[in-house]
């Protein structure tokens, strides 16, 4: 056990830290670990120099080891002072998880490949800490690959191709480390990641998991990596995302993509994309989708909630019910009011939703700009609105978190913030 001012574990697996709370001198919690910055390519062992955290608005930042004063189950400890910049990797360091995790390695032994599934790290007598283990795993065999490979830990000397390109990452490792993560949480990290790697991660992905991603990315990366896609898996994750998600993604491809992306998906969802992309953008037509809760009046409290709790349905247009004449698909019958969340809650499961609509809801039209969609829903704290034809039928809805997104700085996922005068010099690994 090493002599710090607080008692350390002596050998600490990264992946086991992932997650992992930050604290200050005071027990107060700055961030998460998100990463371990290691420098391979140099004589020796391999060097730890640094963790990468993420703290408010999830802000990555460069914490050096020389810094951490205990790392012990559940929490590191830190001497206080941090630097707020955000972290920016240089050429000659690696990422433990981003780019180490499932690199296929060669045993110096003659005995084959291997899959680095964890990397640990140590501190020596001269307070530097190393890369001391790899925790790796053989290939499956048995028929259909169904035996799992023998695992065991060895050196870093004992392998070779620890350093090469992390196009040698796989995704298994990756994915059980970031398996817990909110879909906005694993699209910034995507964001991060080789394209090769971005795309080892995607393919080992459900649809409707990529598809929450893809939302979450912002255009301009969501776009690059749904072009990398098979064309019949992009059509499917195309399927999966909300129509005004997926309608704005459609528009920014070009055209021989849009249109062949299109002819892939299945004919009702392309055709409500088609139909949102014919809106302007900053319109509440642009805005809308067309898929939230679509109820008949003769329709229970409990068909309601019931609806309310899939996990498809994003929270806000969960609170709100908006009840239609036949057809219920947009564009539906006669619009004749919403029915809130709330309300439902005080109400017997069998009471029929006809009854207990809210008739007195501003509505607005298709052509109607982003302002005054913004002024309504905050006018009167709602957290969708109604979007009519002239014939008083159900389009779509606009949601709350819709407007957000159009009102924030297009670049507003990875914009950087200011930086504060309580910095230090990334020293550590210069």
């Not at 398996?179 to 964001?191: F, G, I, N, Q, T």
Request: hydrophobic share 45%; glycine share 6%; with cysteine.
């Amino acid at each position: 056990m090493e002599n710090t001012r607080t008692r350390t574990t002596s050998r600490v697996f990264v992946a086991r830290l992932i997650g992992t709370s930050v604290f200050d001198p005071l027990g107060d919690a700055v961030g998460k670990v998100h990463d371990v910055v290691v420098l391979l390519q140099m004589r020796g062992e391999p060097r730890a120099v640094g963790f990468v955290i993420e703290v408010s608005s999830r802000r990555r930042v460069f914490l050096p080891l020389s810094r951490i004063t205990a790392i012990e189950p559940g929490a590191v400890i830190t001497t206080g002072l941090m630097n707020i910049r955000r972290f920016t990797q240089r050429h000659v360091e690696t990422l433990v998880v981003g780019e180490l995790l499932d690199r296929v390695v060669t045993m110096r032994d003659g005995s084959g490949t291997v899959t680095v599934r964890d990397v640990a790290i140590e501190r020596d007598r001269g307070m530097d800490w190393k890369v001391t283990r790899l925790f790796v795993q053989r290939a499956s065999t048995g028929p259909l690959g169904l035996r799992r490979g023998e695992t065991f830990t060895v050196r870093p000397e004992e392998v070779t191709g620890l350093a090469a390109s992390a196009d040698q990452q796989g995704a298994t490792a990756l994915l059980a480390t970031l398996e817990d993560l909110k879909a906005a949480d694993l699209a910034d990290v995507m964001r991060d990641l080789p394209q090769d790697s971005q795309m080892r991660v995607a393919a080992e992905l459900t649809d409707e998991r990529l598809a929450d991603v893809l939302e979450e990315l912002g255009n301009e990366d969501a776009v690059a990596l749904l072009s990398r896609l098979e064309a019949g898996r992009a059509a499917d994750v195309l399927d999966a995302m909300q129509p005004d998600d997926a309608a704005d993604l459609v528009a920014d491809l070009p055209q021989l993509k849009a249109a062949e992306l299109l002819g892939l998906m299945e004919p009702e969802e392309a055709e409500d994309v088609r139909r949102l992309m014919a809106y302007d953008d900053y319109t509440a037509g642009g805005l809308m989708t067309t898929e939230p809760i679509i109820l008949p009046p003769e329709a229970t409290v409990a068909t309601f909630l019931a609806q309310s709790r899939k996990v498809e349905i994003p929270p806000a247009l969960a609170a709100i019910g908006f009840v239609c004449r036949p057809p219920l698909e947009s564009p539906t019958g006669k619009f004749l009011g919403v029915v809130h969340f709330q309300r439902t809650l005080r109400e017997r499961p069998q009471r029929l939703v006809g009854s207990i609509v809210d008739t007195d809801v501003d509505s607005v039209r298709a052509e109607d700009s982003i302002g005054t969609v913004t002024r309504l829903l905050a006018t009167y704290n709602l957290t969708a609105l109604p979007v009519l034809d002239d014939a008083g039928r159900l389009l779509g809805a606009v949601s709350v978190d819709d407007v957000l997104d159009h009102l924030m700085p297009d670049d507003w996922r990875v914009a950087d913030e200011a930086v504060t005068d309580e910095t230090i010099e990334r020293g550590a690994n210069a």
